[in-house]
């Protein structure tokens, strides 16, 4: 199997598992977003370890990894951009919400070719012209019906976006990479924990083993997808990344709307076609490109 084909692979791996997350966290449904968001960034770190030392086979080199500053600092942002969008999708997760992390990642495709055009100056093509004016006209006919703008999944669209795009000028092997991200924001994590719980007092401490563990187990079911998405990333193309991304919001629908029974109404139903048949062009589009010429 050769790289692109195994980065693509990982990328289609990834987004399934991310898309069964909202599963998860319904063992959750009074869960403290903040110190599941700390435990998730802590308990993150062992395990990005035992991904180096067990599944790369190397040692850890901390003078190397902070011999780079480049790169440190590059990881360190990524982290950062990461944790806004993990914050929004935990939100989303923990409120019922789990429709609005659908429309996120399924915008999240459109934010990556808006930020090739508008930040890279990549050539657009036809196809994600029209998807980036349907995608603008669906999330503005909600806007103007609900009066009011799908934070949730914008936020986790273009931090997403941010991240990914991060993750691309990063000179750590994707398994580093991600141990460095967790590990740069684990003292604030710490930090944060240890003042809550001597001021207010914690959920995660105070409820009982079983709940500290559900909290810390976030950690894991997240990270493994985060693991395969790194190892695509830089695998694959952006595009086939952005092709994949499809998977993770068409479960994270069905789920939403036919096992937890949110609400999808008349607006929702307009605003999502809109969006679906943007992505419609792309994904033809793509196709259409990928096709082997004809033999004359």
Known sequence: MNDSRFGNSMAALSFALWGLLPLY???????????????????????????????????IDIKTIFADRASLIRAFIASALMCISWTAFTWAMTNDRVIDASLGFFISPLTMAALGVFVLKEHISAGKKV????????????????????????????????????????????????FVEVLLLTPIAL??????????????????????????????????????????IRLTSMSNV????????????????????????????????LIWAGLLFIILETLVKSRPLAKP
Do not use: H
Request: with cysteine.
């Open 25 to 59: 966290y319904q063992f959750l449904p009074n869960a403290a977003m903040d110190e599941l968001l700390a435990f998730r960034l802590i308990a993150s770190v062992p395990f990005a370890a035992l991904m180096i030392i067990f599944v790369q086979r190397k040692r």
């Open 131 to 178: 998807a980036l004016v349907l995608a603008t006209a669906g999330l503005s006919y909600q806007v103007m019906q609900y009066g009011q703008v799908p934070y949730v999944a914008l936020t986790m669209a273009i931090f997403f976006t941010l991240y990914g795009w991060f993750k691309k000028k990063i000179n750590y092997d994707w398994a580093t990479c991600l």
């Open 191 to 232: 930090s944060y924990l240890v003042v809550k719980q001597a001021t207010v007092g914690t959920v995660s401490l105070e409820s009982g083993w079983q709940t500290l563990l559900l909290y810390i187990g976030s950690a894991p079911v997240t990270l493994l997808p985060l693991i395969f998405y790194s190892m695509a």
């Open 242 to 273: 952005a092709l994949m991304q499809y998977i993770e919001p068409s479960l994270q629908f069905v789920l939403a709307v036919f096992v937890f029974g949110e609400l999808f109404d008349e607006v929702k139903l307009v605003s999502f076609s």
